[in-house]
């Protein structure tokens, strides 16, 4: 290959039928050798791909995507026997699914694979598809080969999920530091609500007392003082609904391709923050109700 596939690619001048012969336009391009479409499991929805036993592919075949063969405005079974001429007089073999030759932020494009021709383009690099479950056994393997080979040139590898990875690394970071502030809100409103309702159980001691001294239970003292606070979260939760689907949402428009935003999540969050409430407040309420009523009944 002459450059990583899914991180960067070339662009070259191409002319195709049924459109100005004597205008180029400039499509991205991979330049390839036979085994590529098998070694990334690419498929090949009309047509076929580059093989070996076929001698003219090494001078006329070219494949192109889903998305070229859609905005040229033909079906899968038209584009095949298309001319594009690009480093030569070639025709397309094959039509392959789209796949996304940069990051997710990039459209869909037009894009073209073309079999390398030693007097066009020099290949940088050499895909390898392995099981890596001993991965070390085996890079020793590709190294000895390599220096046997290539005794000059340095052996360099990389592995292409960690080469897409690094595409992310913003949103990688974002999304840790989303996740600390998170935890980080909800220690902060945990003690709050822990002294705002030590501060209402202490306002509410004489209540407590004359309601438990009448037989009250502590099902009942939960629910004297948990009633203000889960009105205030679901009201918070209204507000802060509205404001997490929009900053979402904006951010989700840096993909091209990206998830729908599901109300489902913003509903179990309001659950597991009224659960977090009610579990402080039962707590608070549990001690509460665990004292003597005659104590509680002097106090002023």
């Known amino acids: 290959m002459e450059d990583i596939l899914g991180v960067n690619h070339n662009t070259r001048a191409v002319v195709i039928e049924e459109l100005d012969p004597e205008q180029s336009y400039w499509y991205p391009m991979f330049i390839v050798k036979h085994d590529f479409v098998e070694t990334f499991d690419i498929e ?8 070996k036993d076929i001698l003219s592919d090494t001078v006329n075949a070219i494949m192109i995507n889903e998305t070229m063969v859609k905005n040229m405005g033909w079906t899968n079974e038209e ?3 298309k001319r594009i001429r690009a480093d030569g007089d070639e025709r397309v073999i ?5 796949f996304h030759i940069l990051s997710l932020h990039s459209p869909m494009n037009n894009f073209i694979l073309d079999l390398h021709r030693v007097e066009f383009a020099v290949l940088r690099y050499i895909a390898i598809r392995v099981n890596t479950r001993n991965y070390q056994e085996l890079l020793s393997f590709i190294r000895d080969k390599w220096e046997r080979l290539a005794p ?3 052996f360099e590898y990389s592995f292409l999920d960690e080469e897409l990875n690094n595409m992310y690394n913003d949103e990688d ?4 530091f989303s ?8 220690v902060i409103a945990s003690l709050g609500l822990i002294g705002l309702t030590a501060f209402l159980a202490e306002q509410k001691t004489k209540e407590i007392g004359i309601r438990r001294a009448f037989g009250a239970s502590v099902g009942s003292v939960i ?6 606070f889960i009105r205030l979260i679901i009201i918070a939760n209204l507000v802060a609904w509205p404001v997490a689907w929009f900053f979402t949402h904006r951010w989700l428009q840096n993909f091209y391709q990206r998830i729908e935003i599901n109300w489902v999540l913003f509903i179990l969050a309001g659950i597991v923050t009224l659960f977090l409430a009610l579990l402080i407040t039962s707590y608070r309420a549990v ?5 003597n009523p005659a104590d509680t009944l002097r106090y002023e």
């Open 44 to 51: 090949v929805v009309e047509g076929r791909g580059f093989s």
């Open 79 to 81: 584009a095949i026997g």
């Open 94 to 98: 094959g039509v392959f699914k789209d």
């Open 152 to 154: 000059t040139r340095p």
């Open 173 to 176: 970071k974002f999304g840790k």
């Open 179 to 186: 996740v600390m502030l998170t935890i980080l809100a909800l």
């Open 223 to 228: 629910q004297l003082l948990s009633n203000e």
């Open 287 to 291: 001690r509460a109700s665990s004292q």
